[in-house]
């Protein structure tokens, strides 16, 4: 506006077409005014120069609105700004185009201290940003902003991003684990390459690997469409549930024993991996809005890409996300989850009389009146639990605890199965364990 002539400013201008164009109009001798028409008048016809005609729509008159990122998905700004930007952006828009410049709008409150007091330098009461990222790191600041409610002012206290910062370490400690676990597994990234994965149709619906994988499923359904409305306080809770819940206390403490003890290249660890690699690699896509930097670390590790790759192009960012894994999970795993739930009880119980303190001291015995629980693994439903043995009494009324204490103990995963015994090394092995170290 200030540096270039009238007839440049109305080089799209179409002067022959415009019926309501004074007769006789010279458009290069224009004068140009510099009086304030209005304060809001130039951000808020942005969206002219922005958007539409950067995005091939400025060759047509304005109500063809065919710029091709042209309207605006969304304004976003503070709520003081409904009767500012998202008011004069909106009148302009429908005076020359007849149609809202934006499709949607989001608003949000202000930052103010933990007693909502708004923040100024003044007052003493500001947080630096700058010293934020430097002590908590850009991805904990940025995991506390997706974890709090923004339609209202919010709150920021220096205890508040400590926190943020322990939940923030679960995440990627969850990450940590999976990635540990896949260091001697190889994906089959395409046809030939020699991968290691196993086919989803060759996981048995009622597998652990396919109730983990399911969950994932309903874990992306849930974030892709908080996401959608712009919930992302719904999204990061229900990623940290999922790492903190599904994940860690369930899914990666179940099957530890038999990705540390199993045959390295044994059918049921190679199918755990299998799981562990498909979930972690959509949980790195799902953390990509949120934790960019930790997401795309994991991602690239993931495929084992190094931070000295530096022509490597391999980044989450690129990625889609998952939609869902094609792997049946048989839909009783909700009965088991319950019969877990009242086994640990019965397990605490014990325990807080003060004997049977190990997990791998005991078995449980679960009933099963209607034969549900006698289709699933026997060492899954021990697993789940963290015992030795598992086994399931259709006549029984309520979970028992056996004592197991009197039964050997393998001296390499600690469990008291049926198969433990001595070996021509000298050791007392489970035959699993003595498979994995190749004694008989």
């Not at 086919?199 to 009622?206: L, R, V």
């Not at 192009?313 to 048989?330: L, M, Q, S, W």
Request: with cysteine; glycine share 6%; aromatic share 10%.
């Amino acid at each position: 506006w200030f540096t270039k002539d009238s007839a440049h400013l109305l080089r799209h201008y179409d002067y022959a077409s415009d019926a309501e164009a004074p007769k006789g109009l010279d458009v290069a001798a224009l004068a140009k005014s510099r009086d304030i028409f209005d304060v809001w008048f130039e951000s808020g016809s942005s969206w002219n120069s922005v958007m539409r005609e950067r995005s091939g729509g400025a060759t047509k008159p304005l109500s063809d609105n065919d710029g091709v990122d042209y309207p605006i998905d969304l304004y976003l700004e503070g709520s003081d700004q409904h009767r500012g930007w998202f008011q004069l952006s909106l009148l302009p828009g429908l005076g020359t185009t007849g149609t809202s410049p934006f499709k949607s709008v989001l608003t949000h409150g202000f930052m103010v201290d933990k007693d909502g007091k708004k923040m100024s330098k003044s007052l003493g009461n500001a947080l630096d940003v700058d010293e934020l990222v430097k002590n908590f790191g850009a991805d904990v600041c940025r995991w506390w902003i997706g974890s709090i409610s923004y339609e209202n002012d919010i709150k920021a206290d220096l205890d508040f991003f400590k926190t943020a910062g322990e939940t923030y370490r679960k995440i990627r400690n969850t990450l940590r684990f999976m990635l540990s676990n896949l260091a001697d597994f190889k994906p089959s990234l395409k046809d030939g390459d020699g991968g290691m994965c196993v086919a989803f149709s060759e996981f048995p619906p009622t597998s652990i690997d396919a109730w983990a994988l399911a969950e994932f499923n309903k874990l992306s359904q849930t974030v892709r469409a908080a996401y959608d409305a712009y919930q992302f306080q719904k999204a990061s809770s229900a990623i940290y549930n999922f790492c903190n819940d599904t994940m860690s206390a369930i899914y990666l403490g179940a099957v530890k024993d038999r990705l540390y003890c199993d045959r390295a290249d044994s059918a049921r660890r190679r199918r755990t991996q299998s799981a562990l690699w498909d979930i972690c690699d959509g949980l790195c896509r799902l953390l990509a809005p949120i934790i960019p930097h930790t997401a795309d670390e994991a991602y690239r590790e993931l495929r084992g890409v190094t931070n000295q790759d530096k022509n490597d192009t391999t980044c989450v960012h690129a990625a889609r996300f998952v939609d869902r894994y094609p792997v049946e999970c048989d839909p009783a795993w909700s009965d088991v989850m319950k019969a877990r739930d009242t086994a640990l009880k019965a397990m605490e119980q014990v325990r807080a009389q003060g004997d049977l303190e190990n997990p791998l001291d005991c078995a449980i015995v679960f009933p099963d009146p209607k034969g549900t629980l006698a289709t699933f693994d026997s060492d899954d439903l021990a697993d789940l639990l963290g015992v030795s043995r598992a086994t399931v009494d259709a006549s029984a009324s309520e979970v028992r605890i056996e004592d197991l204490r009197d039964q050997p103990m393998c001296e390499r995963s600690r469990k008291r199965d049926a198969t433990v015994k001595q070996r021509s090394d000298g050791g007392m092995l489970s035959d699993r364990d003595a498979e994995a170290v190749g004694v008989s």
